[in-house]
């Protein structure tokens, strides 16, 4: 009966595991991309700057890292940094990041776009770039374990922009894995429309450690450069999702592994916790 039960846990696991998920992101809304090029707006000339970043006060943590990301790389390309402002600055044109009362008085509601969505839209004398970012996390600064899993949606809109009209390449962080061709006298399109988002929520590559692909800080650009996945959908260890260390962690410690170190695997906020012992009562658990 033993032998039986623990089969049936182990074919629910695969059932678990490769469950479809075709619809996980449920009715998308179709893309939009109009580009006019009847006229054009300078970004730089003569690789002086000839534009602002405009980030107004209390912006999310991610926008801010997108304006940084930003200012950086329109800077490289021109040839110097655009200013990062937090206030409309006259007749000057500027690029407001993220979503901010600016980016709402002209009629860009983020709200409303599927995860990991943007928009790049253009207006008289300014341009939006914003989408739907979490106001608690600082990309680099502040580490979820191992997923970094927060909407960081106008850092995509960022790279996107970049690489549409900068003629940007991220292929991976550093000098030989970032292109971004010098245009002293970089124009873009006076007409810009553009609703963009992603058609998987799973989008995830593994990354080998080791000091031959870079720090920490390395490999999360990367990732946000890429553009993989802000949210998680188990594949994989099914049973460690069934909340085993919250129902049973205090009251039955002997359900979960004893690791080397002599403790039960119940610190739930460390890596791969909740290993169970499948000589304990934890299989009428499962099974039931």
């Known amino acids: ?57 209390n912006s999310a943590p991610p926008a801010a890292f997108a304006a940084e990301e930003l200012q950086e790389f329109l800077g490289q390309a021109i040839g110097e940094k655009p200013p990062i ?35 790049i839209r253009s207006f008289p004398n300014s341009l939006v770039i914003a989408g739907r970012d979490d106001p608690q996390y600082r990309p680099l600064s502040d580490r979820q374990p191992w997923l970094n899993l927060y909407e960081r949606a106008s850092l995509f809109a960022v790279y996107d922009f970049l690489e549409r009209f900068v003629a940007a ?25 553009i609703l963009e988002r992603p058609d998987h929520i799973v989008r995830n590559v593994t990354w080998k450690a080791g000091e031959d692909y870079g720090d920490k800080d390395t490999k999360l650009l990367n990732n946000f450069r890429l553009r993989l996945q802000t949210d998680y959908i188990p594949n994989c260890h099914g049973l460690s999702r069934m909340a085993y260390i919250e129902r049973f962690g205090k009251e039955h410690p002997e359900y979960f592994a004893l690791q080397k170190n002599g403790q039960r695997s119940i610190d739930i906020n460390s890596r791969h916790s909740g290993q169970l012992c499948f000589s304990s009562p934890i299989v009428e658990e499962i099974y039931q």
């Open 1 to 57: 009966m033993y032998c039986q039960r623990l089969l049936l846990i182990f074919a629910l696991i695969s059932i678990w595991t490769f469950r479809p998920v075709a619809s996980e992101l449920g009715d998308q809304e179709a893309r939009l991309i109009k580009v006019g090029d009847s006229t054009s707006v300078t970004l730089g000339r003569q690789g002086k700057a000839t534009c602002v970043i405009l980030l107004p006060p």
């Open 85 to 119: 402002v937090q206030n409309v600055p006259g007749q000057v044109f500027s690029i407001v990041v993220g979503d901010n009362e600016q980016t709402r008085s002209l009629g860009v509601d983020v709200h409303s776009l599927p995860r990991d969505g943007f928009v």
């Open 169 to 193: 390449t991220f292929v991976f962080p550093g000098e030989f894995g970032t292109v971004i061709p010098k245009n002293p006298e970089l124009k873009i399109p006076g007409q810009i429309d």
